[in-house]
């Protein structure tokens, strides 16, 4: 029992036995003290706070009072790891008091110990030890029990915290925000109240990113989230939902206040200066706004859905630019048939189900049908009809239409090597010619199939020749060296510049269809013909007149000086074309 | 309209100190220390005892009370003669002050530099205990004490730091861009600030009632129902040392209009300005502290 003890108050020869017993169980320090009231002080100075200890304070008997006395002292023999042993002196007992006594702390209380044999008092005290290590060993464990949930507790908080932010830029991330949009439209129905959402997305970041690195591509992303974060009420949940896109939720405002917002938002990020380190060059941000009248929309995703795209149509306007969506969006409703298209599409492409269909077009000096327009069309059964190519529209807009230029390019060349006697115009997409693929593929097919280069007419849209000026040009001089000849189509329909028709080196003009449908009636339309014909002439190419419908303007055009007439005059779409005679039979008139 | 808030997070105070072994309880020497100043008969060698136990604290101990910070008439060379200079209660606060930027010795690079970090408590710290000098009725030996509350006025933000770094920071970002002062935001964001953490430790560890008062309640010392003129003095100090100097002409700029606030503090403008100089010098020698 080498621990130290204190002997406290007046104990009599009882203190002397006792400190033989307690020395010939191990006890090195034992301590005299004069009262109970001294403990503390002797304790404070104690060097020995690392090790339990036991006090034993004599009492004449244990009352009330005395368990007063202990009272104070009581907290501090607990923080020191202090027991206390009452040896009650005065025969008696008063089981009031010494309940009290133990429930304030008190580890036993002895009675008459001079009365009892050292040993026995020693044993004793061996059990109050015992209990009193027990006790700090239970206190332990309860703290540190306690100490684990409390970390528990903060560690869940942490991971709560990271699980529904940007590690990036300390915003709600994807997730947390959709779990606030949700909330926010059903508390929205309950209370009758209007969202807005804001959906942002920084123009030009993919190029930042790949011009000065990733990690500044970092930094401009932090810079952005900040400007956002100081422009907005904390009220209104700003979270980074993609990679450089982020998302505002306005709760209860209208539409006028969240396009304030929006509006404030896109000024403060084309604000952000480049600082020529990390942030290279301006950026600005498209910003697509859904406001959400109660019961609008049903889901996060929904309204996200609706932002997302207004935020397209606004990056599809050059940007930096706030756009509120609207359901009767010209755009919006390509984008829904663009949507609408892209599966049929990929599956026509994928089972080879695209097919060409024919329109003759009729030489006026041969007075003969040989050169046929294909035309591309996509089956009935995906929703395709035989009189227009709608899904071409939506095709070049999905990125799908250079598969089928491909496609188009083997076919008719594979039809004219089944058809010696015909020759054939084919469109190209404003992207055929960014094909890389697309020159070696033709040099081969034509070679393989052995056919005339030149029964092949490549018709390209003014409007197209003009989106990728120098790199058409190239690729059309290219495809001429082979042999193939060119045709300027809907030629007049766009920005006709005849600086066009001087640098593009074709070798027929298509003019646009809407100069022919109403060219008996409107004398302008006749004039501007008659110019493009001559001009056509001067520069020694021929004309194609599209669109005739009838004998008259077939005859009138022939007087024009045309030398190739299409039209459903002439002949719809057919799906098996062969050599015809036109127009013997039927004199032009005059 | 009530807006819901989604970013508010469920904690509180006591999860952050009681989940750390290390915050739970106070620094064991000073607990020690303090035990023994609280005994009425203790001696100076029983002080000098139980400090000469840790020779890292004896030295810098050493080293700051022959700083100018104490200015002794001859070099002390033992803690003995250490606590003979300074004085039972100011070799208590040393040994805190030393123990507590011991204990918070790292935080988070990305938050913020932990020696800038203890630079601002530094100069609060010697500001305080340079204007508590000032005060008209001082009471006896409250500046070394006015020095303490300085320099622990923001540990409640290290307790943050320490245990929620990333919701640390997403305060810290809000403060830094909305303009709004860090405990408007954390109070918005967690319920609690840095300075109810603070008081929080202060109470746990069981350090003085002044530095609990102060700490709890120097942001608003209005507020404050005990101890207001050493918690008016702290905000005064706190302000100020918001500056990154001594500069008087920014600190000028920096200093409140409150008049009741000076009345409060016992102290005036003219008298903060006029201890500027002092308190440069003073906050040379403390910055052994750090060291």
Redesign the interface.
């Known amino acids: 029992m080498d621990i130290p003890v204190y002997l406290a108050g007046e104990l009599g020869e009882m203190a002397e036995r006792l400190g033989a017993s307690l020395k010939d169980a191990g006890t090195r320090r034992l301590h005299r003290l004069a009262s109970l009231e001294g403990l503390p002080a002797a304790l404070r100075q104690s060097r020995h706070h690392d090790q339990p200890a036991l006090a034993i304070v004599s009492a004449d008997k244990l009352d009330e009072a005395f368990v007063a006395r202990c009272r104070p002292i009581l907290p501090l023999l607990e923080q020191l790891h202090v027991g206390l042993v009452v040896a009650v002196t005065a025969p008696g007992l008063d089981i009031p008091s010494q309940i009290a006594a133990l429930n304030a702390g008190c580890l036993d209380v002895l009675h008459t110990p001079q009365r009892q044999l050292p040993a026995d008092i020693v044993t004793r005290l061996q059990l109050a030890l015992r209990l009193l290590h027990e006790h700090h060993l239970r206190v332990d464990q309860e703290r540190r029990f306690f100490g684990e949930q409390a970390d528990r507790r903060v560690r869940d908080a942490r991971l709560n915290y990271l699980a529904n932010h940007d590690e990036l830029t300390d915003l709600a991330n994807r997730a947390a925000f959709e779990r606030a949009l949700d909330k926010a439209i059903a508390v929205g129905r309950q209370k009758q109240l209007t969202h807005a959402l804001l959906y942002l997305d920084l123009d030009r970041f993919k190029l930042h990113n790949e011009a000065a690195g990733h990690p500044s591509g970092n930094v401009l992303l932090q810079r952005v989230a900040n400007q956002l974060r100081s422009s907005l009420p904390p009220e209104y949940l700003l979270a980074r939902i993609g990679a450089d896109e982020f998302a505002v939720l306005l709760q209860g405002v209208d539409e006028r206040e969240a396009l304030a917002t929006a509006e404030q938002l896109r000024k403060r990020v084309a604000a952000i200066e480049p600082d020529g380190e990390q942030i290279i060059f301006h950026v600005g941000v498209s910003i697509g706004l859904g406001v959400f009248t109660p019961g609008a929309v049903s889901s996060s995703s929904q309204a996200l859905v609706q932002a997302e795209q207004a935020c397209y149509l606004a990056k599809t306007r050059g940007g930096d630019t706030v756009h509120r969506f609207s359901c009767e969006d010209e755009e919006l409703q390509n984008l829904h048939e663009d949507m609408h298209w892209s599966q049929p599409i990929r599956q026509a492409l994928g089972e080879n189900l695209l097919f060409l269909a024919y329109q003759p077009i009729l030489s006026v000096a041969e007075a003969r049908i040989s050169h046929y327009e294909a035309l591309v069309r996509i089956p009935r059964s995906l929703g395709g009809d035989d009189r227009s190519a709608r899904f071409m529209l939506a095709a070049e807009r999905l990125g799908l239409a250079r598969q089928i230029d491909l496609w188009v390019v083997d076919k008719a060349i594979d039809f004219l090597a089944g058809n010696r006697e015909l020759s054939l115009g084919v469109n190209l997409s404003s992207h055929a010619f960014q094909e890389a693929s697309l020159l070696p593929r033709l040099q081969q097919k034509l070679r393989s199939s052995a056919i005339a280069p030149e029964r092949l007419t490549f018709e390209i849209t003014e409007t197209a020749a003009i989106m990728n000026f120098t790199e058409t040009r190239h690729m059309i001089a290219r495809i001429r060296d082979l042999g193939c000849r060119f045709a300027l189509d809907d030629f007049g329909s766009g920005f006709s510049s005849y600086n066009y028709l001087k640098e593009f080196p074709v070798d027929l003009l298509k003019i646009d269809g809407s100069f022919i449908v109403g060219l008996q009636q409107d004398r302008r339309d006749q004039i501007i013909v008659q110019s493009m014909i001559d001009i056509a002439h001067g520069l020694d190419k021929e004309v194609v007149a599209e669109f005739i419908e009838s004998a008259e303007t077939l005859g009138q055009l022939i007087e024009m000086g045309i030398e190739y007439a299409q039209g459903y005059y002439i002949g719809k779409p057919i799906l098996s074309p062969e050599v015809r005679e036109f127009g013997t039979d039927r004199e032009p008139l005059q | 309209?009530t807006?819901?808030?989604?970013?508010q997070?469920?904690?509180?105070i006591?999860?952050?100190?009681?989940?750390?072994?290390r915050l739970?309880s106070p620094p064991e020497i000073y607990a020690?220390l303090h035990?023994?100043l609280?005994?009425?008969?203790?001696s100076t060698a029983?002080l000098a005892?139980?400090i000469e136990h840790d020779p890292a604290l004896s030295a810098r101990i050493l080293k700051l009370v022959n700083s100018s910070l104490y200015a002794p008439p001859r070099q002390v060379e033992t803690i003995s003669e250490a606590v003979d200079h300074a004085g039972a209660r100011g070799l208590h606060d040393l040994v805190l002050a030393t123990e507590v930027i011991q204990h918070f010795d790292r935080i988070p690079a990305e938050l913020e530099d932990i020696y800038s970090f203890w630079r601002q408590s530094v100069r609060c710290a010697v500001l305080a205990s340079k204007l508590a000098e000032q005060r008209k009725e001082s009471p006896p030996g409250s500046n070394d004490s006015m020095f303490l509350a300085g320099l622990l006025h923001r540990i409640g933000l290290l307790v943050m730091y320490a245990?929620?770094?990333?919701?640390a920071?997403?305060a810290l970002?809000?403060h830094?861009?909305?303009?709004l002062p860090l405990h408007v935001v954390q109070q918005?964001l967690f319920g609690f600030d840095y300075a109810m953490v603070g008081a929080a430790l202060a109470r746990r560890w069981k350090l003085p009632d002044m530095l609990c008062t102060v700490l709890a309640n120097h942001l608003h010392p209005e507020q404050a129902e005990a101890y207001l003129s050493e918690t008016a003095l702290i905000h005064l100090s706190q302000v100020t040392c918001q500056a990154d100097s001594f500069d008087r002409q920014v600190i000028e700029s920096l200093l409140p209009q409150d008049g009741a606030l000076w009345e409060t503090a016992g102290v005036t403008p003219q008298a903060l300005l006029a201890t500027l100089p002092e308190a440069q010098s003073a906050y040379g020698a403390a910055l052994a502290l750090l060291h």
Do not use: Q
Not at chain 2, 3 to 7: A, E, K, L, T, Y
Not at chain 2, 38 to 42: G, K, Q, T
Not at chain 2, 163 to 167: D, G, N, S
């Open positions: 309209m807006f819901i808030r989604f970013d997070v469920k904690l509180n006591d999860d952050l100190l009681e989940g750390d072994v739970a020690r035990h023994l609280e005994s009425p008969d203790s029983l005892e139980v245990r929620i770094p990333e919701l920071r997403k970002l809000e830094r861009h909305r303009g918005e």
